[in-house]
């Protein structure tokens, strides 16, 4: 008997998932698979990391899915191109489908499998499931990719037939009804899925259920979504992470109901693009001239910064929450982001990695977008000379200290730091710093 095998990743779902669809369609019994990547769950320092929980749970929860139609999610752990070849040698496999990932790290494993199997005559077949837009997909006139978002937002409403004054027409997205035809999968009982602690971790709480993206919150979303005390955001960024949720989906909601949303949605296709144009930026500032600047680099002031602890109560209640919860409001990732920079004058990479070690929704094209954003040194014209004010930002966004006051209790009484650094002194410093490393390049 000959099956085709879809390899699930970064889309923990059944349904409107691309890869899987196609797979179903491919004439053959298909054999989900999944294997917990040794490379990956290596490099994770913390034996509590909730976003392994994340995906355990959510593996179990479909290994259960696909048990109660009489088939199975075949599940392994260890260096992804072995567990291949062991797979390879157990089954007669004629082809084998996923959905692309765009992350260096995910670029060179696939070229690997991909490669092995090329070898063994069985063919490969990826296709896009993870944003709406690949690089090829959305680019100016001259072929190049657009590196500023509000030409690349303008093209991506033309190509999804999108109109804010028309919500009630349906955008050009293709949809993959891949739970429609569970009826291909194979039909064999797997072993159980192997125990969070022989893979090295601790069972954690974690959020499982997708929330809702009713018409109501969505209508609210444009005004609330910059108010941190309040819960003004959608808090998908997981399930768009981890695939629990698709990214087509979404999309089409928000363009029902929230222009804004969709336009929030467009920057992540934004930075997965940017990611996929310039794989240098993994490592690297956009605008190379940030490599001119000097970093303080201070490992007391960044770990003052990493336990909220600097006496600026915004950014010490934005890092309280992510230790916390493994979750940052949007407004508070940007102050964070640009406060350890531009105040504390520490490479945007320490605290990329910061986030990188702590956000649930942490996202490698996201998050370096968003640090570049913030640091002054990505792709948008957002320039490094403005710096944020945190007491300007406090005014602004949390003028009643709501939020402080709910993740900092002690601040206003005395065992409340003094800041770490002054304002004034830092926004010169910074820019003098700044100013010179990119005059010397131009
Ligand atoms: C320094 C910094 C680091 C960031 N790191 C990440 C990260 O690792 N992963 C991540 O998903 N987002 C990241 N963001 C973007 C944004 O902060 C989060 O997507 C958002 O806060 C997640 O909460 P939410 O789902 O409630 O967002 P909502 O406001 O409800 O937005 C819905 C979804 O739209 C997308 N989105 C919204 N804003 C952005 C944005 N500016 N850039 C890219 N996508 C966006 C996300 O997928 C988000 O889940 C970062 C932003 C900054 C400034």
Redesign the pocket.
Known sequence: MSYCVFWMRRDLRLEDNAGLYYALSSGFAVIPFFVFDRNILAKLDDVEDRRVNFIYNRLAYIKKQLKELGSDLLIASGDPVEEWGALINQFNISSVYWNRDYESYALQRDGHVRNMLAQRGIDVHTFKDHVLFEKEDLTKADGRPYTVFTPFLRKAYEKLGYMPSRPDMPLKIKAFPSDDHLNKLWKERQKPIPSLGSLGFQVQKCPEVIPELSPVRMKA?AEN?DIPSIEG?????IH??FGTLSIRS?ARKAAKYSPV?LS??L??D??SMILQAFPRVETKPFRLEFEGIEWENDPVKFDAWCKGCTGFPMVDAGMRQLNASG????RL??L??SFLVKHLLVDWRW??AY??SK?L????A??I???Q??AGCGTDAAPYFRIFSPDAQQQRFDPQFTYVRKWVPEYGTSRYPAPIVHHAFARDRFLRLAKAAFNKDN
């Open positions: 979303y979504r955001t959608t808090q998908i960024g768009l992470r979404a949303l929030e949605l920057w992540r934004f930075y979750f940052m409001h949007n990732r940007m964070t982001a605290g990329e986030f990188a956000l929704d942490y996202d490698l996201s998050n977008g968003g640090w954003w913030a």
